[in-house]
């Protein structure tokens, strides 16, 4: 249990590492707005199949010793939990560009 909450932790880090790259890259604007969309694409695809996936397996059915039927249910939570999460970043960094872009055009 303590590997699986480790590796999670490694992975928040990881991920506020890239969403810090993404915020302030000085690319061309629509290169960054790719490279922005273009991760948290794979972001939305990997993350929530990986947790649900990972939390089934290790967390419900062999941690907390939940039924086959059970685990289905609570992993499904945390794999939407994770959907929402990575749809909140994509905003948060899609609006700080965006922000970030009209201040620089402002002060042309």
Same mark, same amino acid.
Request: proline share 1%; net charge neutral.
């Given at each position: 249990?303590?590997?699986? /909450?480790?590796? !999670?932790?490694? #992975?928040?880090? @990881?991920? *506020? %590492? ?5 915020? /302030?890259? &000085?690319? %061309?604007?629509? =290169?960054?707005? #790719?490279?922005? #969309? ?6 939305? =695809?990997? #993350?929530?199949? +990986? @947790?649900? /996936? ?7 059915? *062999?941690?907390? %010793?939940?039924? &086959? ?5 609570? *992993?499904?939570?945390? *794999?939407?939990?994770?959907?929402? !999460? !990575?749809?909140?970043? /994509?905003?948060?960094?899609?609006? &700080? ?7 620089? +055009?402002?002060?042309?």
């Amino acid at each position: 249990m303590a590997v699986c /909450f480790s590796i !999670v932790l490694d #992975l928040m880090k @990881l991920l *506020a %590492g890239q969403i810090f790259f993404l915020s /302030f890259s &000085n690319d %061309g604007s629509l =290169v960054s707005a #790719l490279k922005t #969309l273009l991760f948290f694409t794979v972001l939305m =695809v990997t #993350l929530p199949i +990986g @947790l649900y /996936f990972a939390s089934k397996s290790f967390v419900f059915e *062999a941690s907390m %010793g939940m039924s &086959n039927k059970d685990s289905y249910f609570y *992993a499904a939570i945390v *794999a939407v939990v994770a959907v929402h !999460v !990575v749809l909140a970043l /994509f905003v948060y960094v899609a609006w &700080n560009e965006g922000s970030r872009q009209w201040r620089e +055009g402002k002060q042309d």
